[in-house]
């Protein structure tokens, strides 16, 4: 799950990074299909970073604390789910054993075998409503990190002057080549991290009122 969640993040913060940077872009007008000549004087240097998005999130401590919460949930739900079924194997070994040695009437047996049968429900059921919860949980925390970067990515492009911002991970690639001096990923890690423990020092001044 924990792999699958970072496949999708990668996706998802590449390719709304990608929107962001597509819904930017602004080409030369045109007239009658010539495209019109930009003066001199209105023209600039394009100016281009990227960020490498495993390096960022394997540094990012709200991402990691996202992480690692999700992981001990995770972990907590399965561990639910198989102490359960070890209960319930256990009733069910019992419940054959008694039939082999018939030792219970036809209307235990019977009465045995709908409440087994209930309780493998509950089972299931139990299991798919964690499944559905983390996952729920997960969609909503994806967001969130997606929606922090993008929008810190923005505000640190407009405050360094960059006319773009591409990310570029092991799996997902808008760049297909970057020159290491076009590399700003520790500069926007410690950024984010930085306004990441404000926000946790201000909630527990918050906590403590």
Do not use: W
């Amino acid at each position: 799950m924990c792999i699958y969640m970072k496949k999708t993040f990668f996706g998802g913060l590449c390719a709304s990074l990608t929107a962001v940077i597509l819904a930017s872009c602004t080409s030369s007008p045109t007239q009658g299909g010539v495209e019109t000549v930009t003066p001199a004087e209105e023209r600039h240097e394009m100016k281009i970073a990227y960020v490498l998005i495993d390096t960022l999130t394997s540094q990012y401590e709200y991402y990691k604390e996202v992480v690692d919460n999700f992981q001990k949930k995770q972990a907590n739900a399965e561990a639910t789910i198989n102490q359960k079924g070890k209960n319930f194997s256990a009733q069910v070994q019992e419940f054959q054993r008694k039939v082999q040695s018939n030792s219970i009437t036809q209307e235990q047996y019977d009465s045995e075998q709908v409440r087994l049968q209930k309780l493998q429900n509950d089972i299931e059921a139990l299991q798919t409503r964690l499944s559905n919860s983390l996952q729920e949980e997960y969609q909503k925390e994806l967001s969130a990190l997606t929606d922090t970067i993008q929008n810190f990515t923005r505000h640190y492009a407009e405050e360094k002057g960059y006319d773009y911002i591409l990310c570029k991970s092991s799996g997902i690639d808008n760049v297909l080549y970057g020159a290491p001096q076009y590399d700003v990923t520790d500069e926007v890690v410690a950024a984010l991290n930085k306004r990441y423990a404000r926000s946790v020092q201000k909630e527990k001044k918050n906590e403590k009122k």
